[in-house]
């Protein structure tokens, strides 16, 4: 009855059994891990109180306690918060040079091609002529294909209104810019002759 007491209880026979243990037991190395962090934290308390002591021993506060500390000095502070605004400053510059580039490489489009390009949304890409009659009439086109080297025309009001164009210039000979210079000079003989 004792022999199925103690059996019960995790007890083995030690004649009978052999208990095999890890080389490396993830219990025993957590331990480890501990133990070591433990003795870091341990020496970090006994440099803090050896601070407090001398601080407390001291009527002033010493010039140099950012350095007995590990703190960075106030010298630094001051250099690294002139070194983050400089880098802020010149961020502001770029995202201002960036901006009136932006804006000259539009108009330099919309000159040379007669069109204004605006992005609607992610993909999206919307065409007005300078020709058009209405400011509602513009095309829409869709990038597709991958990173969007294809492009589709989406149907509009205006879009509806050159079947013609459509047909011959993007369904038969594929060819987006010979649709867009067509209708451009349908859009211009049509203010040229009004």
Do not use: W
Request: aromatic share 6%.
């Amino acid at each position: 009855m004792q022999l199925e007491r103690r059996a019960l209880q995790g007890d083995y026979d030690q004649s009978k059994t052999k208990v095999l243990h890890m080389t490396l037991n993830p219990t025993s190395v957590a331990k480890q891990r501990q133990r070591e962090e433990r003795d870091r934290l341990q020496e970090e308390c006994e440099r803090l109180r050896g601070l407090l002591l001398t601080l407390e021993r001291s009527s002033s506060v010493p010039t140099d306690l950012e350095a007995v500390a590990g703190l960075p000095s106030s010298k630094e502070v001051a250099e690294l918060r002139k070194q983050v605004e400089s880098a802020e400053l010149k961020n502001q510059r770029l995202k201002e040079v960036f901006q009136s580039k932006i804006q000259e490489f539009r108009k330099a489009c919309y000159t040379l091609t007669g069109y204004q390009v605006d992005v609607t949304t992610e993909g999206q890409y919307r065409l007005t002529s300078q020709y058009a009659e209405h400011k509602a009439d513009c095309l829409v086109f869709k990038a597709t294909g991958p990173s969007g080297s294809k492009m589709q025309l989406l149907e509009t009001e205006f879009s509806r209104s050159v079947p013609e164009l459509i047909e011959l210039h993007l369904l038969q000979q594929d060819s987006i810019p010979a649709f867009l210079s067509s209708l451009t000079l349908e859009l211009f003989s049509r203010q040229t002759t009004a």
